[in-house]
């Protein structure tokens, strides 16, 4: 380690980055021919790359993503109907900027979970904020919230969050209850921030397993407009991949 008091100041003043820099700078033999202005670029470049890298995954930690989905490792080769540069656009954020929505549909299997969350990396990843949430779960703790006093603090925090999944629309029938907190939760993000909603149902349905009528218009207007679809088909993956181990001859 670089025994030097700049090294020792700046690890005081938590400028973890540029210390090391400046370390690595010492065991450099031509380094002596940077200008000062050079050098101190390096270091200052250090810091902002590594705070940035933390502040990255420190929003990737918030978020309790439910698949550690990036988007180099998305499969487009896979014939399931996903437009690579319809996705790619996606990844840029521009619709987290304009406050869009995107609706990814399809049978089982097919990457919809995986798509979301690789969304949301790219999302935490540019400087916003992402939460995942299985839609029956978050009912759930809606409820218990309800109960404790905490429903105003939960419904806060998930219209502050700038991308929010949805994952498994559809697959419980709502009271009407769980219709309003819907609409609640959406109302408070509408035009605000954007939300990702993963589903085996089409859109076309999703009115119908609603339920209340009204509701179910007050809802899909907060959602399904000005949104991007994703419409999936094809083979499950799961089905695809390769077995690991041979399942023994019981015969």
């Given amino acids: 380690m670089l025994n030097h008091p700049t090294h020792e100041h700046l690890t005081q003043l938590r400028l973890f980055g540029m210390a090391r820099a400046l370390a690595e700078q010492a065991s450099l033999p031509d380094i002596g021919s940077l200008s000062f202005e050079e050098r101190l670029g390096l270091l200052v470049d250090r810091e902002r790359v590594e705070r940035q890298n933390r502040l990255a995954a420190s929003r990737l930690r918030r978020a309790r993503l439910k698949q550690p989905a990036v988007a180099e490792d998305i499969d487009y080769r896979h014939p399931r109907g996903l437009d690579r540069a319809v996705f790619r656009r996606l990844l840029t954020g521009d619709w987290v900027n304009a406050h869009q929505n995107v609706l990814i549909t399809g049978p089982t299997g097919v990457g919809k979970t995986y798509l979301a969350c690789a969304l949301a990396n790219a999302v935490c ?26 429903y105003a603090r939960l419904m806060t925090s998930l ?66 407009h000005h949104a991007h679809p994703l419409n999936l088909d094809g083979e499950s993956l799961r089905r695809l991949k390769p077995k690991l181990t041979t399942e023994p001859n019981l015969e």
């Fill in 125 to 150: 990843r540019q400087g916003q904020t992402a939460l995942y949430q299985r839609l029956p779960r978050l009912f759930e703790e809606l409820t218990v919230a309800r109960g404790d006093g905490r």
């Fill in 159 to 224: 219209a502050k969050v700038d991308v929010l999944i949805l994952d498994d629309w559809g697959l419980a029938l709502l009271d009407d209850e769980r219709r309003r907190d819907l609409l609640e939760v959406l109302d408070e993000r509408y035009q605000t921030r954007s939300t990702i909603i993963t589903s085996q149902l089409p859109v076309a349905t999703w009115h119908d397993t609603l339920g209340d009528p009204t509701l179910a218009d007050a809802i899909l207007d907060r959602l399904v």
